[in-house]
Every structure is written in C-alpha cells, then in structure tokens.
C-alpha cells in the first residue's frame, strides 16, 4: 500500500485559503461515495491500470504508432499534442504548487490511496489534463480513434477520483484546462507537415 501523507506534515509554500478548505471538505463526500462504491479488486485494478497507463505511457505510444502508420503525414498531430504536453506540465506544476491543496486521502483517512500519488498536491490533476488536450488533439486529426480514446480519457479522469488521489473539482478543472490548451495548440499554424 502506498505510504499515507498527514496533512500535518504537509509544508505549504503558500498559505491555502479558507475557500479551499471548505471546497475540499465538500467534496469529501463524493471522494468517500466513490470508494464505497466502487469497492471490487478488478474494478480498482481496472482504474489503477488506466491511471498508470494515463501517466504518459499510452498517450506516447499512441504518438508512436501515428508516426508509425502515418509516417510525416502525422507530424502535424504529434507536433500539437508533445507542445500540449509540455504545456499541460509547465502549466500544472505551476498550479498544484500555487494552490498546495491536499489530496483526498490526505484530509480524510477513510479515504484510502489506491494507488501511489506521483507528487503530493492535488489540484488540478495533472493526467486529466494531459488525458483531454490528447484526446482532442488526436481526435480532431483522427476522428474514428474517438470510440477508443473518449473512453480511455474518462476512464483516467474517474480513475483519480476512485483511487483517492483527487476531488471531483480537480479533474474538473483538469478537463477545462486541457480542452482549453487543446484548442489553443490547434490554432497554431507553426507546426505543419
């Protein structure tokens, strides 16, 4: 089992402001429901395995095979979408040490990791935002890869709430966010074939 974070412990380089206190306390419930629910060891091996493959694996080797099939053809599309990544990271990092909100299973030990958080803040989650600005980027190139990615990117951003890891609002933001640096690397008339 992945080691526990006490919120005690937690040095926040910023103060966190009351808002986000009672915003996570509020969702809470919706961190504990989820575990309740969703309680079954296939289905936490289902999410664990779709969280891990969300860190970057099968996103880069879904740019891989583009490549691979396309050949420059696809040069256009992976262009955007390592630009959105390196964004998305630039961007995300940046967030979680602003706002040094404390993961789910952090503020409540009810709330158990299911599986190893990558750093130990939590808002915006970071594979939500990366899942959706790929998915829009691959998409919109390669529409019939929609029936397999649509799926996979809402099987990452639920995977984070049910393994503890974030709050509904992370990944909502998380999703905004990507959708927006999806849009905005698409407008970019640089990166063509």
Do not use: N
Not at 49 to 57: A, E, H, I, K, T
Not at 68 to 74: D, E, K, N, P
Not at 75 to 99: D, E, F, H, N, Q
Request: hydrophobic residues 50%.
């Amino acid at each position: 089992m992945p080691e526990r974070f006490s919120p005690h412990l937690i040095e926040r380089p910023h103060p966190v402001p009351a808002r986000w206190d009672r915003l996570s306390d509020r969702e809470l419930a919706w961190c504990l429901r989820s575990q309740q629910v969703i309680h079954h060891r296939p289905a936490i091996r289902l999410f664990a395995l779709v969280s891990r493959l969300g860190d970057g694996v099968f996103w880069y080797a879904l740019m891989a095979v583009l490549l691979l099939v396309y050949g420059r053809a696809a040069t256009p599309a992976v262009g955007r979408m390592l630009l959105a990544s390196a964004v998305c990271l630039i961007l995300y990092k940046w967030l979680k040490a602003r706002t040094t909100r404390s993961r789910p299973c952090a503020r409540d030990r009810h709330i158990e990791p299911r599986a190893a958080p990558l750093d130990e803040y939590s808002f915006p989650s970071g594979h939500t935002l990366h899942a959706v600005s790929f998915t829009l980027i691959a998409v919109y190139y390669y529409p019939a890869l929609g029936w397999l990615l649509l799926p996979f990117a809402t099987l990452v951003a639920l995977s984070r709430i049910v393994l503890g890891l974030h709050y509904p609002s992370d990944v909502l933001a998380g999703a905004l966010l990507g959708a927006a640096l999806a849009a905005l690397a698409l407008q970019l008339s640089f990166i063509q074939v």
